[in-house]
């Protein structure tokens, strides 16, 4: 997931694992980002509320998709969310941005109050959004300790990545330190730490979201 359901590159993805029998999806998101103008405390904050915002529509297509489990033959126990860059950090705070304590480590409570908190009822309001698996490739979470809760993580990284840092550092859109953050790597350490079952394909040398172009697709398609 990259923002818009047509990235060929998802589409493919989708379209190769329902060949293989998966219901897949490829969804719609809002990024809500003014390149032009970001920068500073401002832009920090339009960088959190994005993600917010990203976060509510996948919760949002989650429910839909479970509250459609029988017409669509939906295993409701077996939901993976996965995205690339945006849709990474998106996949990430679904999975584990899971309580106000944590909202509130990264964002100010009056933007808790604008966004409408963790999961903004926006249809299907009865149904669960949690999911069973998180597929992360090149996205991350501005704290890795968050990782705690034992949703499995398949988390790939590149250690030249250009917008997301290997370890730590500033994540942020082309010449725009946004928001400063813990890498793939640390979300690895802090999964395994947390007994959270975690695999880590590190592109060494590549830059951002290089998987599409290598073989992994392919070798995780089998």
Not at 35 to 45: F, K, P, Q, T, Y
Not at 71 to 82: A, H, M, S, T, V
Not at 119 to 144: K, W, Y
């Amino acid at each position: 997931m990259e923002g818009a359901k047509t990235n060929e590159k998802v589409v493919w993805f989708c379209r190769s694992l329902a060949r293989r029998g998966y219901v897949t999806a490829s969804i719609e998101y809002r990024l809500g980002v003014d390149v032009d103008s970001i920068g500073g405390e401002a832009g920090e904050r339009q960088i959190i509320g994005a993600a917010v915002r990203a976060m509510h529509d996948a919760k949002a297509a989650v429910r839909f998709f479970r509250s459609r489990a029988g017409q669509w033959r939906i295993n409701p126990e077996k939901i993976f969310l996965g995205g690339s860059s945006a849709g990474g950090v998106t996949t990430m705070l679904v999975a584990y941005m899971n309580s106000q304590e944590k909202f509130l480590e990264i964002a100010p409570r009056w933007l808790w109050d604008e966004l409408g908190g963790l999961e903004v009822q926006s249809g299907t309001p009865d149904v669960s959004s949690a999911i069973q698996g998180a597929v992360n490739l090149n996205g991350t979470l501005a704290r890795s300790g968050r990782v705690e809760t034992a949703i499995p993580l398949f988390n790939v990284a590149s250690t030249a990545d250009s917008r997301i840092p290997f370890v730590r550092g500033c994540a942020g859109l082309p010449g725009v330190a946004a928001l400063a953050v813990d890498g793939p790597y640390l979300l690895d350490s802090a999964a395994r730490a947390e007994g959270v079952w975690t695999r880590f394909p590190v592109f060494a040398g590549a830059n951002h979201v290089p998987c599409f172009s290598y073989s992994l697709p392919r070798r995780l398609l089998g």
